[in-house]
């Protein structure tokens, strides 16, 4: 075996001992070491223990500050010091693993050594098997290594850091959650790499869901990015990741129908994959308490409403008792005329005394206010033959899109940010295709890609902190917290990790924190990191991250390309 270059060794002194969980080092001079490098020092029976850096200090002999001071001719920063202090540089380690010695009493065959290092033991840049194993990227099976970023070491080139697919897409686990300052953490971008490494890898049997919540980011994601885009190093880390760092091929593009002309979007949409998306009330008549995610139902009277609409409707039950007329005293509808549209609905009010309680006509007012202020967007509308014949292209339901059109290696987006100020619309659009496609996988499963990954921003508008769970907000923890049986992956990102409800980023079983303030991590929920790595966080460049898993020992620092599509651009 090669004789390992030393970097320092051991120092285990009295205030601060070698443990079985940290050691210590100084640093030969010369040798540049950084956070989350990884090291490697000689333990018991030629076993070796690998440990990450966590913290680097510069000690001296001087007992005080004040004797540097005074040593500098009493505060004279040019003159030339009258003691010569003697320094190192000096390493903290956290240790990771410990290669082990071989048992027969061992499913591996070796048992793990929890034995301190000893003092003046050499320490060693840890090798890449060092490293994989450390991290427990050794024993992942082929067919499930999912890339998913580059370790930056200080020494040698960078290695690519593989996951367990069955611990991102489930069944062992699943989800991901990125958070971090708003431009500088790259947090879609890195969600949209990964989902490029997941289709190029899991393609087969794998499709996505994405919503497109920033103006026009995600809707050219099938074009190839403009040239200089990519630059070598991403390149090079695509080659490294042995991903292909080609635009993605088999997309569907849905618009808002009324709020979004495809003309605007694209040059000529004959040539892509888009649709308009509208609701009927035929389509989403079982969902309506979705509409009203973002309304205080203390007494819950709209809920009462909707259940009741739900369970009356495919029955032809809602019925009006009596003919109707408009404010101008004109007849709109009969009596016995069953609610069908929209329209009819918000005239409707033939709802029974256990529904609407003893305070029948303020509450079906506040019903039918609050029902006329939530579908008043254009994507409302009585009957979608209607519309189709004055649209350039065809007007689908997306419910019943998720269900037929998700077949291996498509993706589907869903452009919702013209109604970025419309929180209740936002919420709505989301929680009917995720209800629906969670129907889907209850009723047919075989019908269904065996994963499916749904791809939300700015996550904090829907499932926020501190509040009770609305509607849509139940829909998304449930899927946090069951749906990797169901095959369907949560990948979500906000700027603050503590502004989303704990059940789903503790379900997540991929986290990660790009550049983040102090003050945010300060909150209990980045209780994963310790103080060292929150330290690193405040200090990160975008393209880079802190990564936990559930299936890694330690959280890792990461780089990661740009992922390889058209950006939007302001036509």
Known sequence: MAE????????????????????????????????FDYVSVKNH?????????????????????????????????GAEGNTRRITTIV??????ANTGVNTPYSRTGAKPVWYPVLNDTPVSFATEEEIMFALGMHDIPSEVILPAGAIVRSSGDPLPLFLDGRYVLGPEAAHVNVSGTSGLAAKTSYLMFLLKAVIHRFGKNTAAVIFNVKQRDLLYIDEPPASGFLEEYDNKLYELLKVSPEPFSDVIYYLPWGHRKASDVY???????????????????????????????????????????????????????????????KPIYKKDTIVETWNQLKWFGGYPAETVGSQRENVIKR????????????????????????SELEVKYLGEEVKTLLIPGRILV???????????????????????????????????????????????????????????????????????????????????RSDIH??????????LVGITGTTELSRPAYEIFDKQTKAVITNLFPGEMILANRRLKQPVRIDFPKPPYRRQDTR
């Open 4 to 35: 390992r270059e030393s970097i320092g060794k051991v120092s285990s002194i009295e205030r601060d001992p070698s443990t079985s969980s940290s050691f210590s080092f100084w640093v030969k001079n010369g040798v540049l070491i950084n956070p």
């Open 45 to 77: 029976e030629d076993s070796r223990t690998i440990g990450v850096v966590k913290e680097i200090s510069a000690p001296t002999d001087a007992q005080t500050h004040l004797s540097n001071f005074v040593g500098s001719n009493f505060g004279d920063p």
């Open 91 to 96: 390493a903290t380690a956290h240790v990771v």
């Open 267 to 329: 040059e000529d949409p004959s040539k892509k994959k888009v649709f308009y998306y509208a609701y009927t009330l035929k389509d989403v008549y079982d969902e309506l308490n979705l509409l009203f995610s973002d309304i205080d139902d203390p007494q819950y009277t709209l809920e009462s409403i909707t259940s009741y609409i739900a369970s009356s409707y495919p029955d032809k039950k809602l019925k009006f008792l009596k003919d109707v007329c408009d404010y101008d005293g």
């Open 367 to 390: 019903f039918k206010r609050h029902l006329s202020r939530c579908t008043n967007a254009d994507i409302f509308v009585e009957k979608r033959e209607a519309i189709a014949l004055r």
């Open 414 to 496: 869903i452009d919702i940010e013209p109604f970025e100020g419309n929180l209740g619309v936002q919420g709505f659009i989301i929680g009917d295709v995720v209800h629906r496609l969670k129907e889907a996988c209850r009723e047919n499963r075989d019908a269904i890609p065996e994963h499916v990954i749904i791809l939300v921003d700015e996550l904090n508008r829907y499932v926020p902190t501190g509040s009770k769970l609305s509607a849509l907000g139940r829909e998304i923890v449930d899927l946090a917290r069951v749906g990797r049986a169901e095959g369907i992956t949560l990948f979500t990102a906000q700027q603050f």
């Open 502 to 511: 704990h059940q789903v980023y503790e379900n997540c079983s991929t986290s």
